[in-house]
């Protein structure tokens, strides 16, 4: 059960070891103190700031270089001191992104029908289910990825054949401390976003998808207004991506099932440990299947009512795995070794031909497809 950590990790001095390994098996942990309000069949509000932890403030960090464990709380503190050179604009409120939000509390009730039958062959494509897969081996030909994995937006969008229709299922932009329904991007968030869309310039009308959180919402219109569409578009709500996708058993009750299994990163740790093959069957679906149900019964059922190009803005809990399945695990988003997670506007672009058949790129929309907590740690204080 137990992953390696990573030789850079193993590398570093035993005194800073000590010192590192209590904030990065926590910081992204939750301390839930209670169920959150399950989502009405009148609204889509709920509040998560109970269920994760938000980040850390300069005094906690100035504890963990001291050696004592950080005690997450419930509200959220501002670390905008801590920056990257990967991160757009090196402002990202780096530890505030590194708790899992979106994630609808209500455990969801399984489709009906099996998904067994969507197993990819060797040659990629399936032969129980009217969704095929294109051979993932024509996307490295087609589309360069970075170090990490992912493509640029922008250069997917423009490698686009005329008969082909895409997805682009991204997290949100960079958003604001507390995580709530109604919690808004920052400043920075809004950029984010913005240029993401100037760099989707066209006169092609796009649909925009959300989960119909504020973060969301704002961040299709963010991406609309850098396309220079001059009207605000047509949000499109779908709760299939709020976050409960891949979850049997609720948000709060994932983190005590991560707790019970000794996993000090909490439900951020579980959830990167499963999408690179460790089952956890009691509280979470298998991915392949899972995912493969997904891109069936949402993305090709609702194709047809969506434009040629459609942004789809969820949740990191949501597109993390999807970024995972559609590399076939091969972006660096191991937290349990790296201390890797999803970026703001990173994700999956989903490629469908004429035919139906699918193809998987994972997609940045800002300079890095990931956060690297490590790294932003030890720049923070100074470690090499």
């Known amino acids: 059960m137990n992953r390696r950590i990573s030789n850079k990790f193993r590398a570093l001095p035993a005194i800073c070891v000590a010192t590192l390994t209590p904030f990065f098996l926590t910081a992204c942990g939750d301390t839930s103190t209670g169920a ?7 609204s889509a509000e709920t509040d998560f700031s109970t269920v994760y932890s938000n980040g850390l403030s300069n005094e906690h960090l100035n504890e963990l270089s001291s050696g004592h464990s950080h005690d997450d709380g419930q509200n959220a503190s501002s670390v905008d001191a801590l920056s990257s050179p990967s991160m757009p604009n090196s402002s990202v409120n ?55 994995g992912f493509a640029t937006v922008a250069d997917v969008y423009k490698s686009l054949a005329p008969d082909e229709r895409a997805v682009f299922i991204i997290r949100h932009s960079e958003r604001e401390d507390a995580v709530t329904i109604e919690t808004e991007l920052t400043a920075n968030g809004v950029k984010m976003a913005q240029d993401l869309g100037v760099t989707l310039k066209s006169d092609e ?77 009691d509280a979470l679906y298998e991915l392949s299947p899972r995912a493969e149900e997904f891109m069936e019964k949402v993305i090709l059922k609702n194709l047809p009512k969506w434009k040629r190009v459609s942004i789809m803005v ?8 999807l970024a995972v399945f559609g590399s076939n695990g091969n972006v660096a988003l191991k937290y349990y070794e790296d201390y ?37 740690y030890m720049q923070k204080n100074g470690l090499k």
């Open 94 to 148: 780096a530890l505030a992104a590194s708790s899992s939000e979106g994630v609808d509390p209500v455990s969801p009730t399984p489709l009906q029908g099996s998904s067994s039958g969507l197993e990819i062959s060797s040659s990629g494509e399936q032969s129980s289910s009217s969704l095929q897969t294109q051979s993932s081996a024509t996307i490295s030909k087609e589309i360069a990825l970075d170090d990490d």
């Open 36 to 42: 959150p309000n399950a989502i009405s069949s009148n």
């Open 314 to 321: 969820s949740h990191d809990i949501f597109v993390m795995p």
């Open 340 to 376: 890797h997670w999803i970026n703001y506007i990173a994700g999956l672009a989903v490629i469908v031909n004429a035919e139906n058949q699918l193809r998987y790129i994972p997609v940045k929309g800002a300079e890095s497809g990931i956060i690297d907590y490590l790294a932003l």
């Open 205 to 281: 009308e796009f649909s925009y998808i959300t989960s119909g959180f504020v973060r969301t919402n704002e961040t299709a219109n963010a991406i609309s207004k850098g396309r220079g569409e001059t009207n605000s578009p047509k949000l499109i709500t779908n709760y299939d991506i709020t976050g409960n996708w891949f979850l049997k058993i609720s948000a709060d009750e994932l983190a005590g099932y991560a707790t019970k299994l000794g996993m000090k990163g909490s439900s951020i740790e579980l959830m990167a440990q499963w999408a690179y093959g460790e089952p956890y069957p």
